[in-house]
Antibody, heavy 120, light 107 residues
Framework: QVQLEESGGGVVQPGRSLRLSCAAA????????MHWVRQAPGKGPEWVAV????????YYGDSVKGRFTISRDNTKNTLYLQMNSLRDEDTAIYYC?????????????WGQGTLVTVSS | DIQMTQSPSSLSASVGDRVTITCRAS??????LAWFQQKPGKAPKSLIY???TLQSGVPSKFSGSGSGTDFALTISSLQPEDFATYYC?????????FGPGTKVDIK
């Protein structure tokens, strides 16, 4: 079955950078798009970004566009989220999720998340 | 961006009740609508996609309906494990957006 394990979260100061990773197993990683979705404390999920199965197409949410970059390494079955210029409002649990298809499907299977806290 | 709304924001129900949650999109999204269940401290879990198709492994007491802008999630007979928060999400156009959620708790 789908196994997704996020890592790289932690406490970071505003304005600094952080890179999240998501190790995938249990499915053919190269056939599916991948999402990042975040959830601030006590709030609902917020979609962050998606990348196509081959990495050629990427789309972002308005609040992270220009600051965050999604990427993937299909040789390592790993998804990444490079987060720059972090703000207090980026504090959240970050989930990676497998798309239901190559791209533009829904987040079908989710990891358990990694917590990012932006604070001085 | 497409805005998603849900009603009610919360509801109290008893075991065995039939429960319906509605979700509305600010513009037509055809049937590009998914429903998720989330329990405290856990990741969201996919229940339904394409507005009415049950995700593999999800019990048939869950059902979805609707198309265009108005959608519904129905739980036919509420069980203790169904008390959770439910979210809808549109995947018709970027950026994808979630509804604010409906919390279902025990009466």
């Amino acid at each position: 079955q789908v196994q997704l394990e996020e890592s790289g979260g932690g406490v970071v100061q505003p304005g600094r950078s952080l890179r999240l990773s998501c190790a995938a197993a249990g499915f053919t990683f190269t056939s599916y798009g991948m999402h990042w979705v975040r959830q601030a404390p006590g709030k609902g999920p917020e979609w962050v970004a998606v990348i196509s199965s081959d990495g050629g197409d990427k789309y972002y949410g308005d609040s992270v566009k220009g600051r965050f970059t999604i990427s993937r390494d299909n040789t390592k079955n790993t998804l990444y989220l490079q987060m720059n210029s972090l703000r207090d409002e980026d504090t959240a649990i970050y989930y990676c999720a497998k798309d239901s298809r190559r791209i533009s499907g829904y987040p079908q299977g989710w990891g358990q998340g990694t917590l990012v806290t932006v604070s001085s | 961006d497409i805005q998603m709304t849900q009603s009610p924001s919360s509801l109290s129900a008893s075991v065995g009740d039939r429960v319906t949650i509605t979700c509305r999109a600010s513009q037509v999204i055809s049937n590009y609508l998914a429903w998720f269940q989330q329990k405290p401290g856990k990741a969201p879990k996919s229940l339904i996609y394409a507005a009415s198709t049950l995700q593999s492994g999800v019990p048939s007491k869950f059902s979805g309906s609707g198309s265009g802008t108005d959608f519904a999630l129905t739980i036919s007979s509420l069980q203790p494990e169904d008390f959770a928060t439910y979210y809808c999400q549109q995947y018709y156009s970027y950026p994808f957006t979630f509804g604010p959620g409906t919390k279902v708790d025990i009466k």
